[in-house]
């Protein structure tokens, strides 16, 4: 009875499929018959299969020759995975658009791709060379050196050739290459540690237990990944490499990061020390969205085979790569106040955390992703349709999958002019987006509601957390709790020396607001600055009363949202404060704050490619003066 029920609803979807995204219909691909759908389908089917072959190959206990270890639920998932992918292209890539590629890479010429690599040589040699000079004269480590070094002259190179008079590198381009030579010299400095950003063991565990999606893998290496302080069996030393109690002194010598790399890669060797059996629930967890693209690196590691140290800095890759192609497809996208995109994309703590193990970045990159297509939709003189309204959900649901308690900002889809959208389908836009809020907020109520408010809490917060006994003190005096949340954002969160220690606080390396405030507070009023007089038309018709306030209440509601997750899964009962609300929660705020508030019809107006090359210089000096100071300068010989 299940196989037929199965058939049936397979022949319903090809059915659906070949009405909705292939009768009569030009796409991608050219001109699409009834034959195609097969086609289509069974590249979902080909896809899914090639995926588990390299899952079991990158397995030291399974082989992809033993039908027994062949997993049905994962086949099922990356069919699905394919299928999505599938629909979404044909819908949503150009007419032609392959076309258009062959056609662009015959327009390639040979010489362009020989002085091409030239100049990457010169690149490289070059950078040796400072990389040489700085490990002599200051006892750096010579590969950190070299790194930082080739991540200052690809800066610098940026920087010029976005300047040049009549050049045609756009903000984004530029954004992309200093993000991703940023991140990738963080990552080949120290590949493989723990204790670098907050809960990166946590975060790792999750993200290697969806690379696996069935039957994970743990070998000893993983274990000391996903255990602060944890000396397993063949190891000698812990993976944080003493940087726990805090010391904004310590350094790091060359020999011991290589100790690490050696066992760790050994401890990999040996094989798995605990297997899991099944799918683990926690892989189909809302949250877990988060980790696909460092799930998708360590994949991507095991099957290639490589050591330990490079499949885990092929994580963290994976999470940059992710981060920088989001936020550079967002500045593109949006109308306005590119200039202060780029910026708030290369904010020294949000780009340390897309180079670790950490979902903020996709709640970060992908909640900025939502607000471009949102902000086109606006600024765009077509009627809002499904198929132009669709992206704008899509891309908040993704965004708000690792921290849902985000999910106020869902009400900026509230701010679409009235006349975009035909009056008989108001109705539907406004449940959808209601729907939209519910689905989200239920993703986190849930496990409240089924652990009769929330458990015994966060292990982490101490012993005297309850969640469940919080949860009746707070609803015992509601007035109090509501003025305690007032007194403990205005009178500490909020106030200018603590927003600026989300700037530049790159975790347990340290934060540069504590050794030069004024450093850091002058970020806040970089980043104000370029809120006033990065403007045009397109930003000038954001600006009205009613979206300020709007996106004040929404502020409002999420920052209230935010205190009281923490108050009841973080905090001591009763307690006259609020534990673990770090200043870095305030990051995904800044982009609507200075899109609706700090917003003005009459204000400066300056050149706006001259505003992004200075935007892009100022922020990627930022960059290197937070790196070197806080890691680079402490990675000795």
């Known amino acids: 009875m299940a196989i037929l029920i199965a058939f049936i609803l397979i022949a319903l979807s090809l059915a659906s499929v070949y009405h909705n995204f292939i009768q009569g219909r030009k796409t991608c691909l050219g001109q699409l018959g009834c034959r195609s759908l097969f086609y289509l389908f069974g590249t979902c089917i080909v896809l899914a299969v090639a995926m588990e072959i390299g899952t079991l190959v990158g397995a030291a206990t399974k082989s992809p020759f033993v039908l027994g270890d062949w997993s049905v639920q994962r086949l099922g998932m990356f069919a699905c995975i394919a299928y999505l992918i599938e629909m979404l292209s044909l819908e949503y890539l150009p007419v032609g658009f392959f076309a ?6 015959k327009r390639i010429e040979k010489k362009s791709l020989v002085r091409a690599m030239l100049y990457a040589l010169g690149v490289a040699f070059g950078s040796a060379g400072a990389g040489f000079l700085v490990s ?22 940026v ?3 976005i300047c040049k008079r009549g050049s045609h ?10 993000a991703l030579s940023a991140g990738i010299a963080f990552v080949v400095a120290v590949p493989a540690s723990n204790l670098f950003s907050w809960d990166d063991e946590v975060h790792y565990g999750n993200a290697l237990r969806l690379s696996y999606i069935s039957d994970p893998e743990f070998t000893s290496s993983d274990l000391m990944m996903t255990q602060l302080f944890s000396v397993e069996g063949g190891h000698s030393i812990d993976a944080s490499m003493g940087r726990w109690p805090l010391n904004f002194d310590l350094t790091w010598p060359e020999d011991q990061i ?32 988060g980790y696909i693209p460092s799930a998708m690196g360590l994949w991507l590691g095991r099957l290639l085979g490589l050591p330990f140290h490079m499949i885990f800095a092929l994580g963290r890759i994976a999470n940059l790569l992710s981060y920088c192609l989001v936020c550079y497809a967002a500045i593109r996208i949006i109308p306005c106040k590119k200039a202060l995109l780029c910026a708030l994309a290369l904010i020294p703590t949000s780009l340390f955390m897309a180079s670790n193990y950490a979902y903020d970045p996709w709640l970060i990159s992908f909640g900025f992703l939502s607000i471009a297509l949102l902000v086109r939709e606006f600024a765009s003189p077509k009627p809002l349709t499904v198929r132009s309204a669709f992206p704008i959900f899509l891309a908040f649901l993704l965004a708000l999958g690792p921290k ?14 009235r006349k975009k959208i035909a009056p008989e389908k108001r109705r539907v836009y406004y449940f959808a987006v209601v729907a939209l809020g519910i689905i989200v907020v239920l993703t986190f109520l849930a496990p409240l509601i089924a652990t009769n408010g929330g458990g015994s809490g966060d292990p982490r917060g101490g ?20 003025l305690l949340v007032i007194r403990f954002l205005f009178l500490g969160y909020l106030i200018p020396v ?27 009023v970089y980043l104000a600055g370029l809120m006033l007089v990065d403007t045009n038309d397109a930003s000038r018709a954001l600006s009205s009363v009613g979206s300020k306030a709007w996106t004040l209440f929404l502020f409002s509601v999420a920052l209230f949202g935010i205190c009281t997750a923490l108050y009841l899964s973080f905090t001591p009962v009763g307690a006259d404060g609020i534990a673990g609300v770090q200043s870095r929660y305030l990051l995904p705020f800044l982009l609507p704050l200075g899109l609706f508030v700090l917003n003005f019809k009459k204000g400066f107006s300056v050149n706006e490619r001259a505003c992004g090359a200075t935007a892009l210089a100022v922020s990627s000096t930022l960059v290197l003066v937070t790196w070197w100071c806080l890691l680079f300068s402490r990675l000795i010989v």
């Open 100 to 105: 258009r590629f062959k056609e662009r890479c």
């Open 136 to 157: 002599y004269f200051l006892g750096i480590a010579f590969l950190p050196a070299t790194a930082f070094s080739l991540l200052s002259i690809v800066t610098v190179l």
């Open 159 to 161: 920087l010029v050739c």
């Open 169 to 178: 590198l756009r903000i984004e381009t530029g954004f992309l290459i200093v």
């Open 258 to 289: 290589d100790h690490l790399n050696g066992e760790l890669d050994a401890g990999f060797e040996r094989g798995p020390v605990q297997v899991g059996e099944g799918v683990d629930l926690s892989v189909l967890n809302y949250t877990m969205v």
């Open 404 to 417: 849902a308690v985000y999910f106020p900002f869902i009400g900026l889809m509230y701010l679409m002019p």
């Open 463 to 482: 012993a005297d957390v309850n969640s469940s006994l919080q949860l009746k003190h707070v609803l015992a005096d509601p007035a109090g709790y509501l």
């Open 498 to 524: 603590n927003v600026a220690t989300a700037m530049v606080n790159l975790a347990y390396l340290g934060d540069l607001s504590i050794s030069c405030l004024p450093f850091a507070l002058g970020i806040l």
